[in-house]
């Protein structure tokens, strides 16, 4: 433990809160192993200031890997009642460089340039709440557990937490004892398979229709406050929406192009080498897509034109309306949040993560 | 000595005597169009739109003004801009008229992309070696104006600009136009020449006649009257009237509210005229029964008895009030044709049928802009007759039209017609 670094703050900067907008520098006072291949990364301000965030919101590290543009975002795991130090979780990714880089070299008393805090992923006020996470999607709704617990008072959550086996399930420790100790916190753990630990007496699985309406019956009441990988979340918005949950009470940590999960292909193994068939509804053809390919290169590669220009997400000239599923879409701000709201995408950087109707 | 005239206009701008209308061709002539176009249309400043015609980023509005197409949009920081509708490539048309939401602008020619900056960042098969540095959009100089938006077209703006801001950036403040949303719009053509437009909007000696909705909150005599032609009691009544004008003036300022009015209609560049007017009536709002059409008053308004703050412009009318604003802009569409665009202004979370009834809030000057359409191409209709000669303004009720007519000589004889 390296103790030289827990100086208290003194003098001119005693007191004083870190500035999204100056601000820019961490120092790491402590790395921990979570899980087999999770980290935690807690920081502080050089100048030990203290951090003003909600739970939920994210820093964005840039660690200048190779001399490379390589920003990710990490929600901030740790409550913000302790406004001492901030926390991040993360996962190491297959091929994941900022991970990789992140879990080989932070040391202690290294520094690392970041910014923030950013994020709208914020809890609403609202008296009944689900969070519901899968893998390293916990960081954000973890540091809202954690804040309840500082504040000390009753509340009413259900905290759902998938992973992929029982070895994988993060904070599995510390949710057991919220739950024991937190009145009103419910906990439910989900792993996949639980081929680690043959002795898991729970469910295992996925999140289902069923699972959900058995283990919260009353899911229609709550508001929703979603994080994990895009497949795992569009399951659980359609199945929120199937039981009952109004779309003003659900909020999910979206990981656009800048917030990217280090990831080679986001949604990882659970879309791996899938295909779905992509209807086009004006031309009246149907292709098969590869999960691992966008939309517009498998229309292409099947003598269906669309229009297009950039093939990357920047000016929008392929800009079309997904009449049915869902896709990941990684754009350069070829689009605006207003028109994917009204159903719209750019197929030359949206790979499908179910089968596809558009209208083309 | 052989007469050499700067242009084959100016023998038409000479023969304009003080005192009366134009004469003919200056209404009529498509070279004075032309003209017109040129001085008053790319060289003045000219009121074009709101900030709240574009409220979200993303937002972007075309406005035409003759061959010049402009893009109004509110760029990803919520800041305003204001560029030419022109893909550098080979010049087609970026947009199409009328509002669009846009992430980027994209010439649906060849994709050339800008950011909403202007700056072009995606050129496609143009090689390695092509500098995109310098074909950016081309920037408009602009001026928002409490939420109003002025452009000039030239490189070379006038800079008596900074009074209007200054006059109007403190009259403006409470009504807070910025964030006010656009309630309704409506487009009309008049068949007629921009300058009648001006001028029929610039008296009031028509309105007992012509525009009784308008007449219920609108005091005509505000803009002039012959004490001689006016029966006894209508003297008395206007004595009051004049008398109680001092009054409300005097308690407005006092309470805070620039009231005074301002004119800046001879001898400058920018044309216009301001005032706080007194609604008649019921004494709120230019509605049927003159009480206000909306019950969130705009912006920071408290009151609804502050009547109807006043803004000429050479190409637009305005009345701000407590509880909504009406405003106009005037673009030419040929020597015989004129747009004129009005909005109706509410506070920005004000609910259509809860807290305002469309019909009510519209009603008095939909009308009177169908009255005054009619009324332009009557008079226009008339200087096209052989018939036509420049008639006499009225010393008492029409000073406004000559103070225009005589600014539009001065400004087009310094332009070099």
């Known amino acids: 433990m390296a103790t030289n670094l827990l100086t208290r703050a003194t003098g001119s900067t005693a007191g004083q809160i870190w500035n999204p907008d100056t601000d820019d520098t961490l120092l790491c006072v402590d790395v921990h192993d979570e899980t087999h291949d999770v980290k935690s990364f807690t920081f502080v301000s050089p100048e030990r200031k203290s951090f003003a965030f909600s739970a939920g919101q994210y820093f964005m590290f840039e660690l200048g890997i190779d001399g490379e543009d390589d920003g990710r975002c990490y929600s901030v795991s740790s409550s913000p009642l302790r406004p001492g130090a901030i926390t991040t979780t993360v996962k190491r990714v297959t091929g994941g460089k900022v991970s990789n880089w992140l879990h080989d070299n932070l040391k202690p008393n290294m520094r690392v340039r970041a910014s923030g805090p950013?994020?709208?992923?914020?809890?609403?006020?609202?008296?009944?709440?689900?969070?519901?996470?899968?893998?390293?999607?916990?960081?954000?709704?973890?540091?809202?557990?954690?804040?309840?617990?500082?504040?000390?008072?009753?509340?009413?959550?259900?905290?759902?937490?998938?992973?992929?086996?029982?070895?994988?399930?993060?904070?599995?420790?510390?949710?057991?004892?919220?739950?024991?100790?937190?009145?009103?916190?419910?906990?439910?753990?989900?792993?996949?398979?639980?081929?680690?630990?043959?002795?898991?007496?729970?469910?295992?699985?996925?999140?289902?229709?069923?699972?959900?309406?058995?283990?919260?019956?009353?899911?229609?009441?709550?508001?929703?406050?979603?994080?994990?990988?895009?497949?795992?979340?569009?399951?659980?918005?359609?199945?929120?929406?199937?039981?009952?949950?109004?779309?003003?009470?659900?909020?999910?940590?979206?990981?656009?192009?800048?917030?990217?999960?280090?990831?080679?292909?986001?949604?990882?193994?659970?879309?791996?080498?899938?295909?779905?068939?992509?209807?086009?509804?004006?031309?009246?053809?149907?292709?098969?897509?590869?999960?691992?390919?966008?939309?517009?290169?498998?229309?292409?590669?099947?003598?269906?034109?669309?229009?297009?220009?950039?093939?990357?997400?920047?000016?929008?000239?392929?800009?079309?309306?997904?009449?049915?599923?869902?896709?990941?879409?990684?754009?350069?701000?070829?689009?605006?949040?207003?028109?994917?709201?009204?159903?719209?995408?750019?197929?030359?950087?949206?790979?499908?993560?179910?089968?596809?109707?558009?209208?083309? | 000595m052989l007469n050499k005239f700067p242009s084959s206009i100016t023998p038409l701008l000479d023969a304009r005597v003080e005192g009366h209308s134009l004469p003919a061709g200056l209404y009529t002539r498509d070279d004075v169009f032309q003209a017109d176009m040129d001085v008053f249309f790319s060289k003045h400043w000219i009121y074009v739109g709101l900030e709240c015609d574009v409220p979200e980023a993303g937002d972007a509005v075309v406005i035409d003004i003759g061959n010049t197409s402009l893009i109004v949009l509110r760029d990803d920081d919520e800041q305003i801009r204001v560029v030419r509708n022109i893909c550098r490539h080979r010049g087609a048309r970026l947009l199409d008229a009328g509002a669009t939401v846009v992430s980027k602008l994209v010439c649906p020619y060849h994709q050339w992309t800008y950011e909403l900056s202007g700056d072009l960042s995606y050129a496609p098969h143009m090689g390695k070696d092509f500098d995109k540095s310098c074909r950016n959009l081309k920037a408009v100089n602009f001026q928002s104006i409490g939420g109003l938006i002025y452009v000039c077209l030239s490189d070379n703006p006038p800079s008596d600009i900074a009074t209007l801001k200054k006059v109007m950036e403190e009259r403006l403040a409470p009504y807070d136009v910025r964030n006010a949303k656009v309630a309704h719009e409506v487009d009309v053509i008049e068949k007629g020449n921009w300058k009648l437009t001006i001028e029929n909007n610039r008296e009031c000696y028509h309105c007992s006649a012509n525009h009784p909705e308008l007449c219920v909150s609108f005091v005509d005599l505000d803009f002039g009257f012959d004490p001689e032609s006016l029966s006894p009691e209508d003297r008395e009544e206007a004595e009051a009237h004049f008398a109680m004008y001092n009054e409300r003036t005097t308690i407005w300022e006092a309470d805070g509210f620039s009231s005074a009015a301002i004119e800046h209609t001879r001898d400058v560049e920018t044309n216009f005229r301001t005032q706080r007017l007194i609604i008649a009536g019921a004494g709120e709002s230019q509605t049927e029964d003159a009480t206000a059409a909306c019950s969130k008053l705009l912006g920071r308004m408290t009151r609804r008895d502050l009547g109807d703050m006043h803004l000429w412009g050479h190409n637009s009318w305005n009345h701000f009030m407590g509880d909504h604003a009406v405003t106009s802009i005037v673009i030419p569409l040929s020597a015989d044709t004129t747009l004129v665009r009005t909005k109706w202004l509410v506070h920005k979370d004000a609910v259509e049928g809860v807290d305002y009834d469309l019909e009510k809030l519209t009603h008095v000057w939909v009308e009177t802009t169908n009255q005054d359409a009619g009324l332009v191409a009557r008079s226009h209709a008339g200087i096209l007759d052989p018939a036509y000669e420049p008639g006499t303004y009225s010393k008492f009720s029409e000073r406004a039209l000559d103070d225009f007519a005589t600014w539009y000589i001065e400004r087009m004889r310094a332009h070099g017609y």
């Open chain 1, 118 to 360: 950013l994020g709208k992923f914020t809890r609403p006020t609202a008296k009944k709440f689900l969070f519901i996470s899968g893998g390293s999607g916990i960081t954000p709704v973890m540091s809202m557990a954690r804040e309840m617990a500082d504040t000390a008072q009753p509340v009413d959550v259900v905290f759902l937490h998938a992973g992929r086996s029982p070895r994988d399930l993060i904070f599995r420790n510390e949710l057991a004892n919220l739950a024991e100790r937190l009145k009103g916190f419910r906990l439910h753990l989900l792993p996949e398979n639980i081929a680690s630990e043959r002795s898991w007496s729970g469910i295992s699985g996925r999140i289902s229709k069923e699972f959900l309406s058995l283990a919260m019956p009353d899911i229609a009441d709550r508001t929703v406050m979603c994080c994990g990988p895009a497949p795992f979340m569009m399951a659980a918005r359609a199945i929120a929406a199937e039981l009952g949950v109004a779309t003003s009470n659900y909020h999910e940590e979206s990981f656009d192009r800048a917030e990217i999960q280090d990831a080679p292909s986001p949604g990882g193994d659970a879309v791996k080498a899938k295909s779905f068939k992509v209807q086009f509804s004006k031309q009246g053809k149907t292709i098969v897509a590869g999960a691992d390919q966008t939309v517009l290169s498998c229309a292409k590669k099947s003598g269906v034109r669309l229009p297009s220009s950039c093939a990357n997400g920047i000016c929008g000239t392929c800009k079309s309306k997904l009449v049915s599923g869902s896709v990941d879409m990684n754009h350069e701000g070829g689009i605006r949040q207003r028109e994917i709201d009204a159903g719209f995408f750019l197929p030359c950087c949206s790979k499908p993560l179910s089968d596809l109707v558009i209208e083309r």
